[in-house]
């Protein structure tokens, strides 16, 4: 679970990083969603309404060529098409409905844009016919080292479109919706998993060869395969056949993902829902635990948001090298590595969450993602409260914190147009800073109101588009309806004023600003005939922050609450209470309902900053950041376990070994108690690199009398103790 992983990123495709990549709960830098490329809004003049696509992948040659005939609406009368295709594709030809070849030429600054000039101009609502002929290649190759995500991939292991590849040519991304015809031709080996509804068996489409027989599923040998509602059937093992998957979108939607691999079909149900979940032969088993948990999510989302309209969902393993996990309508995708026997459930509720935000409600442009990307994040930790109380749910809010502090002054929410979709930055910005500007609000107008809001949106706005002032506009109407009087907010604390509270300066602060505020108390305590008065003032560095902030004070008695109106840099306050307040208890914001700063979080930050560089390899640069966190907390071992890592796969085994040793020695709390176990396993691999086996043995023993299971640490421990580790293993 925590070693450490090489990501092969890909070149122009990473380019187009996408809001749905989610990342692992354990990763701040948390999810997102395919969104845009950098742009306020779609303004091409056509909009595609219908695609039939044609795409033979080759495994061999890692290349792709297509064919596409796409039907477009004008909204605006004129002579140019604008499309988005992805600069690795080279275009071979673009024809009109009556075949005639058309010139066409690609944007330097932009070159993800492709123009193709009519010989006439097109009146408002006219409509018009294109075909495509375009090709190139789908490997792993990286030319751009700002950009780490690739979305398209091909390969003799399998391999994987994903939308924000723009393999095909897209208009109006990420608010885009179409029906249309997917056909995908691929190696006999391999299966297509993806969106859309399966029109049946796959074809064989080999020159000078007889139709293969559609194959059986299970264990009957005559049965005829049963068709996912998402996707088609395992094809059979030929290695040189070629098999044609054909998909239909007959309802208007965001399709076009699809996973190619050795994938195998289990069709499962759970709670009344349908399942069709892909994985190699090997991990079948998993299937049910997989429908299950799944299933738990879309019940509590269908009770929080609504019902989405067609409960069915495809759950596939997505080939590794790629991002933690994908989603697409009706269809949940988990990368190989964090594919494990009991499901990440909380990698799931940011997938399922998708569903309805994302999906279903679109951003109405690259500025309005946080509305998709940020509720879909913060949704993940309303099923973690759900399932494990608020102790899951404060695990959630440490991660989007620590994320939310990694890049936040990148740019102001509002304005993700700025940053590059799927880079860390958007994903801090957007995603994690996104997540806690939702339990914010969450805690301004109480969890009644909020969950009445989020309905609301959801109703309103299902299978459209909205942009951030659309929610703010509901959030104003929500707010000015008292909660119920028997409810206290959140952590039973006291709800805020009875007065419905003015938004505008929360949302203007938390979506139009940049910065986070790190507090600071200085207070004097006077005894008074009724008991007790704090009379201090608060400092932090953001001139124009405002807030009305919840104060703790605890006491020889029962802990008082109280409320401080903090406004600009220095905000004095006067609080009474009765019982007599505790040395150093005084609290600001106990609860953590703010996004704040504070030396911990920033020291954990800088470390998640290097675990992003380590997955994609940049050890050294990864190291950098370790003993920047180590400069701030020299007994950080965090920071020590994770430049131990670092160490070991530069096979710097020295340095390695002794990082482990300076984790056993550092300060641990609950959270980062794990790293004492899997220094003794790390330990005990270096041993025996080295080739002594005694002292590794030595480790690995210590490692199973921590009793400590995180990852599968005594699994890997036991292991170890029976066979002796090598490089490379």
């Known amino acids: 679970m925590f070693k450490l992983r090489l990501t092969v990123l890909l070149t122009a495709l990473a380019a187009f990083a996408a809001s749905g990549l989610a990342q692992s709960p354990g990763q701040p830098q948390g999810p997102g969603r395919p969104v845009a490329p950098v742009q306020t809004a779609p303004t091409a003049a056509f909009r595609a309404t219908n695609y039939d696509i044609r795409a033979s992948l080759d495994a061999n040659g890692q290349v792709m060529n297509a064919q596409a005939k796409v039907d477009f609406v004008a909204d605006d009368a004129a002579r140019e098409v604008e499309v988005e295709l992805n600069p690795s594709l080279r275009v071979n030809s673009v024809l009109d409905g009556a075949g005639k070849p058309l010139t066409f030429d690609r944007d330097d600054n932009a070159n993800q844009k492709l123009t193709i000039t009519l010989p006439d101009a097109v009146p408002a609502g006219g409509k018009l016919t294109l075909q495509f002929d375009y ?8 030319t751009d080292p700002s950009e780490g995500v690739r979305l398209a991939y091909i390969g003799k292991e399998g391999g994987y479109l994903l939308l924000p590849a723009r393999w095909f040519p897209l208009t109006g991304f990420p608010s885009t919706r179409y029906t249309g015809t997917f056909q995908i031709e691929v190696p006999g080996t391999m299966a297509v998993v993806g969106t859309g509804v399966s029109a049946g068996p796959p074809v064989s489409v080999t020159p000078k060869s007889a139709p293969a027989p559609p194959p059986a599923l299970g264990n009957s040998k005559s049965a005829a395969p049963a068709v996912s509602p998402r996707s088609a059937p395992p094809p059979p093992s030929m290695e040189n056949e070629r098999m ?26 759970a709670q009344g829902m349908s399942f069709s979940i892909y994985t190699p032969p090997a991990e079948a088993k998993t299937a049910q635990s997989y429908a299950d948990t799944a299933a738990r999510i879309l019940d509590f989302y269908n009770g929080e948001f609504g019902a989405l309209p067609d ?23 988990v990368s190989a590595h964090q594919w494990t026997a009991q499901p990440n459930a909380r990698l799931l509720a940011n997938l399922a969450a998708q569903q309805w935000w994302g999906e279903r409600v679109m951003a109405a442009s690259a500025s309005d993602v946080w509305i998709t990307d940020g509720l879909a994040r913060y949704s993940e930790g309303l099923y973690a409260e759900e399932a494990t109380g608020k102790e899951g749910l404060n695990k959630a809010l440490e991660d989007f914190a620590v994320g939310a502090l990694m890049f936040d002054d990148a740019a102001p929410i509002a304005e993700a147009k700025r940053l590059a979709p799927g880079s860390e930055e958007y994903r801090s910005v957007v995603v994690n800073k996104g997540a806690m500007v939702f339990h914010m609000l969450r805690a301004i107008i109480g969890d009644a109101n909020f969950s009445a809001l989020l309905k609301d949106f959801y109703s309103r706005y299902a299978g459209k588009t909205a ?17 119920p009087q028997e409810y206290k907010g959140l952590g039973n604390a006291p709800v805020a004023d009875a007065e419905a509270p003015s ?56 802990p008082e609450f109280k409320k401080v109106d903090i406004a600009g840099k220095e905000s004095p306050f006067t609080v009474e ?54 400069e701030q907390d020299r007994t950080n071992a965090l920071a ?90």
């Open 311 to 333: 409960p069915s969902m495809t759950i596939a393993q997505l080939p590794d090298g790629t991002v933690d996990g994908f989603a697409a309508p009706g269809l949940l995708l």
């Open 577 to 630: 209470t009765f019982g007599r307040p505790k040395p150093n208890g005084i609290i600001l914001d106990p609860h953590n309902f703010i996004l704040k700063s504070s030396q911990r979080l920033r020291v954990r930050g800088i470390i998640a900053r290097g675990e992003t560089l380590a997955e994609q390899g940049r050890y050294y640069d990864a190291i950098q950041q370790y003993q920047r966190a180590l």
């Open 640 to 729: 020590d376990f994770r430049m131990g890592e670092a160490f070991f796969y530069q096979r710097n085994y020295a340095a390695a070994a002794q990082s482990f040793r300076d984790t056993m020695e550092a300060s641990t709390d609950l959270t980062t108690r794990w790293t004492e176990v899997w220094s003794h396993i790390y330990l005990g691999r270096i041993y025996d690199i080295q080739g002594d086996r005694t002292r590794a043995v030595n480790e690995y023993s210590k490692a199973k009398q921590t009793g400590d299971d995180t990852g599968g640490a005594q699994a890997e421990a036991e292991k170890s103790l029976k066979k002796a580790y090598s490089e490379g293993s």
């Open 135 to 142: 090709g190139g290649p789908l490997s792993g190759r990286i």
């Open 503 to 558: 938004l505008r300066p929360f949302f203007t602060q938390w979506l139009r600003s940049t910065g986070v505020p790190e507090f600071k108390l200085e207070y004097v305590i006077y005894r008074t005939k009724k008991g007790f008065r704090i009379v201090g003032k608060v400092k932090q560095d953001l001139d124009f922050f405002r807030m009305n902030v919840e104060m703790e004070v605890e006491t020889e008695g029962n």
């Open 467 to 483: 942009r951030i002032r659309d929610f703010e506009q509901l959030a104003d109407a929500r707010a000015a309806q008292p909660a």
């Open 244 to 269: 044609l998957y054909t998909f239909r979108v007959d309802k208007p939607e965001a399709a076009g993902t699809f996973v190619i691999a050795p994938l195998q079909l289990s069709p499962v149900r």
